[in-house]
């Protein structure tokens, strides 16, 4: 490097035209900082000086593992089969705007949205037809996502 690059990077930098001759004010830095423990961890190191078992932590681990395996496991739409596919159009959040789906069954092909299921009947508002139709849940042999 040459000196005049030295020099003017050793310069501090120009905040106005004419420059006044300021005092450097010393930055107030952080010296110290907190960090809170929760009271389980608390409690674990607590039990663990003492030469104890934690029995409730063994308990509260086992339970953990059971409640994963309880909560169903997110599926993909291709993976649902016809039925689960049904419940995820109905159980659809109201926040939501109702999703199209064409239902292929036996006989034709249905767009609309699925309205609802009872007892082996799906109602589903159509696009062609004002009225809601219903079909068995036997006949309908597939359901595919549209749109909005």
Same mark, same amino acid.
């Given at each position: ?32 900082? !907190?960090?809170? /423990?929760? *009271?389980? =961890?608390?409690? +674990?190191? %607590?039990?663990?000086? &003492?030469?104890?078992?934690?029995? !409730?932590?063994? /308990?509260? *681990?086992? =339970?953990?593992? +059971?409640? %994963?395996?309880?909560? &169903? ?76």
């Amino acid at each position: 490097m040459s000196d005049n690059q030295v020099t003017s990077s050793k310069q501090r930098p120009l905040m106005y035209i004419s420059q006044p001759d300021f005092t450097p004010t010393p930055g107030g830095m952080q010296q110290s900082f !907190v960090v809170k /423990e929760s *009271t389980r =961890v608390r409690e +674990e190191k %607590e039990l663990e000086v &003492k030469g104890e078992v934690p029995k !409730v932590l063994e /308990e509260e *681990t086992n =339970v953990v593992k +059971e409640d %994963e395996t309880k909560r &169903k496991k997110k599926k993909r739409f291709s993976e649902m089969d016809i039925e689960e596919r049904i419940q995820f159009f109905i159980n659809l959040p109201d926040n939501l705007p109702k999703t199209m789906c064409q239902i292929t069954t036996k006989d034709r092909s249905y767009r609309g949205v699925i309205l609802s299921y009872e007892e082996g009947l799906v109602s589903i508002k159509t696009l062609t037809s004002p009225r809601k139709v219903e079909i068995q849940l036997d006949d309908i042999e597939a359901i595919n996502a549209i749109g909005f």
